[in-house]
């Protein structure tokens, strides 16, 4: 079945995809597409950004449940957004500056040259693990989750690396 959108007129199929479910019309539908409907939405917003914002903390105070699920399936479907804001706000990196660091390291563990795979999708196995100074917060290099973990379980000590290092020369 087929409808035009009374805002852009173009022909478009009748289904949720396109146009968002109204309960009491005709069809089932609205009678303005998806597309329009966002435009509209994003006009209104940045003429009433004030009003827009208090509606819909409004909205999600009243529904809580569908905001949690509506928000659990939007971190599903982008696994890399989530990773790239948690990178920005857990170590003030933008998505450029790490794409560099990737490419300076092509791609590989700083550590022990591990390839990394070319989508990890959220895989903290085998996805790279942005390392830091605990001290300073100062971002050092990308590694892979051994590596992280064994710097880690080392407190960023040298001297107990150096240790450990004289132990596995003087133990094989």
């Not at 479910?21 to 539908?29: E, L, M, N, T, V």
């Not at 999600?60 to 399936?73: D, G, I, L, Q, S």
């Not at 196995?125 to 100062?138: A, L, Y």
Request: hydrophobic share 25%; charged share 35%; net charge positive.
């Amino acid at each position: 079945m087929i409808k035009i959108c009374n805002k852009c007129y173009i022909q478009k199929v009748l289904d949720a995809e396109n146009f968002r479910p109204q309960k009491g019309s005709r069809d089932g539908f609205r009678n303005d597409c998806r597309a329009c409907e966002r435009k509209a939405r994003k006009i209104y917003y940045d003429l009433n950004p004030e009003k827009a914002c208090e509606a819909s903390r409004r909205w999600v105070r009243e529904h809580p449940e569908h905001h949690a699920a509506t928000k659990r399936k939007w971190t599903r479907k982008n696994p890399d957004k989530v990773a790239a804001h948690q990178r920005k706000s857990y170590y003030g990196i933008t998505e450029l500056e790490y794409q560099k660091m990737f490419s300076k390291q092509s791609g590989k563990c700083a550590i022990c040259e591990f390839q990394f795979p070319s989508s990890s999708r959220g895989d903290r196995r085998v996805s790279p693990h942005v390392d830091h100074c605990h001290g300073s917060g100062k971002v050092r290099g990308l590694l892979c989750n051994h590596c992280n973990r064994m710097l880690g379980s080392a407190k960023d000590s040298v001297e107990i690396l150096k240790r450990g290092i004289d132990y596995l020369l003087t133990k094989s």
